[in-house]
T-cell receptor, first 115, second 114 residues
Framework: ETGVTQTPRHLVMGMTNKKSLKCEQH?????MYWYKQSAKKPLELMFV???????ENNSVPSRFSPECPNSSHLFLHLHTLQPEDSALYLC??????????????FGPGTRLTVL | RKEVEQDPGPFNVPEGATVAFNCTYS??????FFWYRQDCRKEPKLLMS???SGNEDGRFTAQLNRASQYISLLIRDSKLSDSATYLC???????????????FGAGTRLAVHP
């Protein structure tokens, strides 16, 4: 299944590094999401972009910076992260308007380790 | 109180068993409900939506009780391949035409053994 792709799949970075996570959806959706999943915790919504406009910033620290240049692409820029930011970062997309608008489809995730 | 609560399990059952998962949610305005399945170290995948009248998809049956704010998932004739974590997911606000914020439960782990 390649509806939503994410790169890289694994990332190890030091606390002073700057890196970016990339998400691309091939489903014609108009909303994209970033979630964080830490061990043994529920998925936490981080950011939502609806029609390329950020509509939700769920009290996420500024060391995480999202970017949505168009409806198919979503980035998460990372800088000066902390070890507790190590987690699985999942991108999702959905179609707003019409039936089944809630259904979100997830990418495979980027497993991030901060040393 | 958590917005979506699930029994974390694990549920250890033999092949062929019937197993039921329960979930409660706190927002009475929620309109949409789902069960997702997540395999170890993989992304969540939609298993089924949950409709007011209850719905069935093969061996899987989902029920919704709005009065009690309760959702269930029944799996009949369990297979080894059913081993995964099952996530209860609720729309945190009524559908207003804008985007819909989904709240995920922490998941219930199922292990099916031979």
């Amino acid at each position: 299944e390649t509806g939503v792709t994410q790169t890289p799949r694994h990332l190890v970075m030091g606390m002073t590094n700057k890196k970016s996570l990339k998400c691309e959806q091939h489903l014609g959706h108009n909303a994209m999401y970033w979630y964080k999943q830490s061990a043994k915790k529920p998925l936490e919504l981080m950011f939502v972009y609806s029609l390329e406009e950020r509509v939700e910033n769920n009290s996420v620290p500024s060391r995480f910076s999202p970017e949505c240049p168009n409806s198919s692409h979503l980035f998460l820029h990372l800088h000066t992260l902390q070890p507790e930011d190590s987690a699985l970062y999942l991108c999702a997309s959905s179609h707003l308007g019409g039936q089944g608008t809630d259904t979100q489809y997830f990418g495979p995730g980027t497993r991030l380790t901060v040393l | 109180r958590k917005e979506v609560e699930q029994d974390p399990g694990p549920f250890n059952v033999p092949e062929g068993a019937t197993v039921a998962f329960n979930c409660t949610y706190s927002n009475s305005a929620s309109q949409s409900f789902f069960w997702y399945r997540q395999d170890c170290r993989k992304e969540p995948k939609l298993l089924m939506s949950v409709y007011s009248s209850g719905n069935e998809d093969g061996r899987f049956t989902a029920q919704l009780n709005r009065a009690s704010q309760y959702i269930s998932l029944l799996i009949r004739d369990s297979k080894l391949s059913d081993s995964a974590t099952y996530l209860c997911v609720v729309n945190s606000r009524g559908f207003s035409g804008g985007y819909n914020k989904l709240i995920f439960g922490a998941g219930t782990r199922l292990a099916v053994h031979p």
